[in-house]
């Protein structure tokens, strides 16, 4: 691993009596960089990023942040990390500006020390500062746990889930402000169960079943994709995804929205024999294009066990 690492994690195993939620993981995270977690619920996210945080204590393996190991320097590493657990966790009953000052109190420092980290952040939500917390939306809500996390000026940001559950506009908006953090330099971990978030990290590791199934820049797991892949359509979607995984020469069909996902085993496959078949089954309207692989592709492709 390298020594412009801040997180490296070596060979890192948790159970939880017989489950088995990571299984000898290792990866690093580059000083600077913006690095997500992709993967569905119970991959494995949330226990990981309870260790890099010092919460959870893993059963073999090792962890270190910039530097300091996760279990003997726990004390000195909480000063130095900023965490947004999944879960709305800030007091619900306290205003947001009392919120904002008790976390501030916490490292003993003051909002006013580092507001300019914080600035572009939490002067969107600054208008309604005497409002108790548990009455903002999903989004406001966001945005003042992020700016609780930040405070204290972290070096390293661990944000677990931060778009899960908020309304589009504001998944967009929370990643231009994690971009804006990125540039002042701080490292920002992050995972989500959104695969279109992906393009939106320096680099990812693609996780499952407690598994990294590939760690490279999104653009890099894309090219790693090698087999042909099609957009089929026609007027009966659900018919249409049960024929095609009955293609001679089908290795995968998944449904994305309102087209299939075709990829095949051969590539000499031309679209007029995927038309063709689909004909001799009675479908209407068929329309076949070649795509080039999204991460979620990619990803329903390291989960048939074959790495592309």
Known sequence: MST??????????????ERLALD????????????????PDGAGKTSLFRMITTLLVPDSGSITVEGLDIVKDYVKLRKILGYMPGRFSLYQDLTVEENLRFFAGIFKTTPEANYDLVKD?????????NRKAGKLSGGMKQKLALSCALIHKPEVLVLDEPTTGVDAVSRIEFWEMLAKLRAS?????????????????????????????????????????????????????????????????????????????????EQK??????????????????????????VEDCFMELMQGVKS
């Open 4 to 17: 412009n690492s801040s997180i490296i994690a070596n060979n890192v195993t948790k159970r939880y009596g």
């Open 24 to 39: 000898a993981i290792s990866f690093d995270v580059r000083k600077g960089e913006l690095f997500g977690f992709i993967g």
């Open 121 to 129: 952040i939490y002067s969107q939500i600054e208008p309604f500062k």
């Open 185 to 265: 330099g701080i490292t920002i971990v992050v995972s989500t169960p959104y695969m279109d978030e992906a393009s939106r990290c320096d680099r990812v590791a693609l996780i499952q079943n407690g598994s990294i199934m590939d760690i490279a820049t999104p653009e890099g797991i894309r090219n790693n994709y090698k087999r042909d892949l099609w957009a089929v359509k026609s007027d009966d979607i659900y018919r249409l995804l049960i024929d095609l995984r009955q293609f001679k020469s089908t290795w995968t069909a998944f449904p994305f929205g309102e087209n299939i996902h075709l990829s095949l085993k």
């Open 269 to 294: 496959i031309l679209p007029s024999e995927i038309v063709t078949f689909l004909q001799s089954s009675s479908h209407q309207n068929i329309q076949v294009s070649k795509i080039e692989p999204s």
